[in-house]
């Protein structure tokens, strides 16, 4: 069965689509093959090898710096939820006294606000 890769979540062309990789990077040209025939050269060889260990560290410290910046959104959106679900379910953590307590403290600050407006 064929499939469009830009619709199936496993592949690159997806990942680069929706932003989860590096869609656009400098490292990428030089990933490019080459098919011109060169005389052999030893030096040249080493400084091309010392060259490709370079931009693979900085390809790598770039993937993990877009990877923390699209994760950082995330960790918000978490918190956030978290939240949510901790003000739904607070009878869970707290004590029915201590809600009761809590909100008889809201109830007398809500009075006396009223009591001072009314007075004014």
Do not use: S
């Not at 064929?2 to 990942?15: E, G, H, M, S």
């Not at 932003?19 to 030089?30: P, S, V, Y």
């Not at 990877?67 to 978490?78: H, I, V």
């Not at 003000?87 to 109830?107: D, F, G, M, N, Y």
């Amino acid at each position: 069965m064929k499939r469009n890769p830009r619709k199936v979540r496993w592949t690159k062309a997806y990942r680069k689509l929706a932003g989860k990789e590096l869609a656009e990077d400098a490292t990428f040209e030089l990933e490019r093959r080459r098919n011109r025939p060169e005389k052999y050269d030893r030096e040249l060889v080493h400084k091309t090898i010392k060259a490709m260990e370079k931009i693979d560290e900085i390809r790598t410290k770039r993937q993990d710096r877009f990877y923390e910046k699209r994760m950082q959104r995330a960790k918000q959106l978490q918190k956030k939820a978290d939240k949510v679900q901790l003000e739904k379910e607070i009878h869970l953590v707290k004590a029915p006294a201590a809600l009761t307590a809590e909100k008889e403290k809201l109830r007398v600050a809500v009075e006396e606000q009223q009591a001072a407006t009314m007075e004014e």
